[in-house]
């Protein structure tokens, strides 16, 4: 069924007034009166809710739904800026695949200088990406999106996690492969994670040296050398994979 | 260093002839006389090769490597056709993530249907994604690439694996999560493991029945819905995190 996230608090009636979703409900989807759909307010609850007038746009709440797919922890992927529309992409697989969190900072070999103006249209953008794939992979909340102008900003960030991963290719390099999966065998329900990915050229040595310091762990992501925009699906799908699937935990 | 897949046997010295290669070698990196690249041959070994003669494309041999970064078992992934270019996105990213195999075929819900003519051309572009994928990402081995004209002689195929999981959504549903982590770890090195996918529109009932008389088993890849062109990623990492980086195995 049909999916729409509405911001605010689900009254027994309610109004939808959000351009996109009015769009996609009347002329896309042609709801018509009596027809059901799921909706999600800001509290993160399911409800299946009924058209009661497609020309005013209202529709009453039916029940709530018990499905919760989201993550048992929290995870929030931090990429430094990369080039192109990769940030577009990170954001909708990052989604699906069941983030918190969709940040973005300036590192210090990023090729891309975004100032102020340039921010803001691309948290837009990434907004809607985040909110059209949270939709269709029926998650319950829609990850939240930042990117920092400054990376001093980001840094100050880092103390509000109970873990913070570096993706690091020289730990894949060293043959340490074990550590992520040592870290998460530990992880509790809640945890709040951080996985921080450098651009394409990599995260710096000074920029290592900062992370670790602020309590930052750094991790192999397997043998091979993935991309910028492939390794947080690697980072996201092991995180499932441990927390949600693996028996063992 | 710059890696290169080169087909045939590693003699002591060799001419580069294909032109994708050569171009890269000359034109792009510019190589000289003294220079030192990788070249991988079909027997997956790293060796370290330098440019004797630049205006010959000949390189010499000077030492075998030791570094393998292949999974310890073999993955190959099946998706149903999928639409536009999906699986150009597909062959990339599943090369980064290690498949040895990466395979489509005609499912029922698949809405693009490709004739022979097409799949000849398909298959040589995703070849060429692949090979450059699997230098950048320093495989050993470049992943096969087959697309199936006929399903029949892809289900001919599953009786070559020693596993063969299909993909479905509604184990997912079900809430059995465990089972892929549960075949994961009796999963032995060297094994040939087979992930089916479905099409957007998913696999039909007629094709799970199939799948699973030829010994396929039905698993779920964590409760939340992903695209046909996430979900192979997320297999891929799962297997990548299980039999390489979970120290419990």
């Known amino acids: 069924m049909q999916q729409y996230f509405v911001k605010g608090r689900a009254d027994e009636l309610i109004t939808i007034t959000d351009k996109d979703t009015l769009k996609h409900m009347f ?122 102008e400054k990376k001093t900003d980001f840094l100050a960030q880092l103390v509000t996690f109970d873990k913070v991963f570096i993706a690091y290719e020289e730990s894949a390099k060293a043959g340490e492969l074990a550590a992520l999966a040592r870290e998460l065998q530990i992880v509790e329900t809640g945890q709040k994670i951080l996985f921080i990915f450098g651009p394409e050229g990599g995260i710096s040595p000074k920029e290592i040296e900062a992370f670790e310091q602020a309590g930052g762990i750094s991790v192999g992501l397997g043998p091979r050398i993935l991309r910028t925009e492939t390794a947080p699906l690697y980072a996201l799908s092991a995180v499932s994979y441990a927390v949600e699937m693996n028996i063992s935990n």
Chains 1, 2 share one sequence.
């Open 27 to 148: 002329s896309v989807m042609r709801l018509v009166d009596g027809d059901e759909v799921v909706l999600v307010f800001e509290d993160g609850i399911k409800r299946l809710a009924r058209v009661v007038s497609s020309s005013q746009h209202q529709l009453e709440m039916v029940q709530e739904l018990k499905d919760d797919v989201e993550l048992p922890v929290q995870v929030t992927i931090a990429s430094g800026f990369p080039k192109g529309d990769k940030l577009e992409f990170v954001a909708q697989k990052a989604t699906e695949l069941g983030a918190s969190g969709i940040w973005a900072y300036p590192a210090d070999w990023s090729v891309v200088k975004w100032d102020g103006k340039k921010l803001v249209k691309k948290v837009e953008k990434l907004e809607k990406i985040a909110q059209g794939a949270a939709e269709q992979s029926k998650r319950n909340r829609v990850p939240e999106i930042q990117l920092f």
